[in-house]
């Protein structure tokens, strides 16, 4: 039989080992611990980075069709036939006539869109073309009378002369939603 000395000294020994064991074993885990955590600091940037851009994603997509409204309030200079055509059409759905005497493009400042200016003359009987004046100022454009006066050309006839100021976009205006896209071109013969 062994010794009760041989019994402590084999069961210190089995503690000592326990210890370090437990010591190696604990800063194995504490370390795997710490990077566990940087890993989740990262995921978590990430899916915050991730719902940010899918925000502003969300954002521009709301922005694109508020700013396709608001680029409708602005005639493009290669729309200015067709407003031509949409403001001779009013007052001939009001039984008057529209003449449009000249059209100009110039800018009211460097920090203002450009200005189409329009001398415009509409013919016809006095309430026709009040109507017409109303139709043409009140149309869904960026639009404003600078000048007006209204006279009589004859027994029934009356005439309004006006400036018709009209904001405008040039085709090389790129808006901050609009989509490019690439292809190719064959020249034309």
């Given at each position: 039989?062994?010794?009760?000395?041989s019994?402590?000294?084999?069961a210190?020994?089995v503690?000592?080992?326990?210890l370090i064991?437990?010591?190696?074993?604990?800063?194995a885990?504490?370390?795997k611990?710490?990077?566990?955590?940087?890993?989740?600091?990262?995921?978590?940037?990430?899916?915050?980075?991730i719902?940010?851009i899918?925000?502003a994603?969300?954002?521009?997509?709301?922005i694109a069709?508020d700013?396709?409204?608001?680029q409708?309030?602005?005639?493009?200079?290669t729309g200015?036939?067709a407003?031509?055509n949409?403001i001779?059409?009013?007052?001939?759905?009001?039984?008057t006539t529209?003449?449009?005497?000249?059209?100009?493009?110039g800018?009211a400042?460097?920090?203002?869109?450009?200005i189409?200016t329009?001398?415009?003359?509409?013919k016809?009987?006095?309430d026709?073309?009040m109507?017409t004046v109303?139709a043409?100022?009140?149309?869904?454009?960026?639009?404003?009378?600078?000048s007006f006066s209204?006279?009589?050309d004859?027994?029934?006839?009356?005439?309004?002369?006006f400036?018709?100021?009209?904001?405008?976009?040039?085709?090389?205006?790129?808006?901050?939603?609009q989509?490019?896209?690439?292809?190719?071109?064959?020249?034309?013969?």
């Amino acid at each position: 039989m062994k010794s009760p000395l041989s019994h402590f000294f084999v069961a210190l020994a089995v503690c000592i080992f326990s210890l370090i064991g437990y010591g190696v074993l604990y800063n194995a885990v504490t370390d795997k611990s710490a990077i566990a955590e940087n890993l989740q600091v990262k995921i978590s940037q990430k899916t915050e980075s991730i719902d940010r851009i899918s925000s502003a994603r969300t954002a521009l997509s709301e922005i694109a069709g508020d700013e396709a409204a608001v680029q409708s309030y602005f005639i493009p200079e290669t729309g200015v036939v067709a407003f031509i055509n949409d403001i001779e059409e009013r007052g001939r759905s009001l039984g008057t006539t529209v003449t449009i005497l000249s059209v100009s493009i110039g800018k009211a400042s460097t920090s203002t869109p450009q200005i189409l200016t329009l001398a415009v003359t509409v013919k016809g009987t006095f309430d026709a073309v009040m109507r017409t004046v109303g139709a043409i100022e009140y149309a869904p454009y960026d639009l404003s009378l600078p000048s007006f006066s209204v006279g009589r050309d004859g027994e029934n006839t009356w005439r309004a002369d006006f400036k018709l100021a009209v904001g405008s976009v040039s085709p090389k205006t790129v808006t901050s939603t609009q989509k490019t896209t690439t292809g190719t071109s064959t020249p034309s013969p």
